[in-house]
Nanobody, 115 residues
Framework: QVQLVESGGGVVQPGESLRLSCVAS????????MGWYRQAPGKQRELVAA???????NYADSTKGRFTISRDNAKNAVYLQMNSLKPEDTAVYYC?????????WGQGTQVTVSS
């Protein structure tokens, strides 16, 4: 079982930036995908961005050009740099790991964008 610990959430004003971090521990498959999802109140959880262990990344249309996902395989970490934040980006952000038949989720970190 892979454990995930997120950090970096907070309260910011529109147009500002935040960087989320997620560190994984436990036995990981050599090929895996780590990603960020978010869930706003009353809405379904949705993909924000994901990146595989070989560096291939994909983004939700709503975050392309504003968010950048990256990872450090040596540290088992994935990051989400969020720029030009908007009020509609407000949500709980979850880190997800997927490798082989296994899947793990972090506990979530709150991101609030408000003036």
């Amino acid at each position: 079982q892979v454990q995930l610990v997120e950090s970096g959430g907070g309260v910011v004003q529109p147009g500002e930036s935040l960087r989320l971090s997620c560190v994984a521990s436990g036995r990981m498959f050599s090929f895996n995908v780590m990603g960020w999802y978010r869930q706003a109140p009353g809405k379904q959880r949705e993909l924000v961005a994901a990146i595989s262990s070989d560096g291939s990344a994909n983004y939700a249309d709503s975050t392309k050009g504003r968010f950048t996902i990256s990872r450090d395989n040596a540290k088992n970490a994935v990051y989400l740099q969020m720029n030009s934040l908007k009020p509609e980006d407000t949500a709980v952000y979850y880190c997800r790991y997927s490798g082989g038949p296994n899947e793990s989720w972090g506990q979530g970190t709150q991101v609030t964008v408000s003036s």
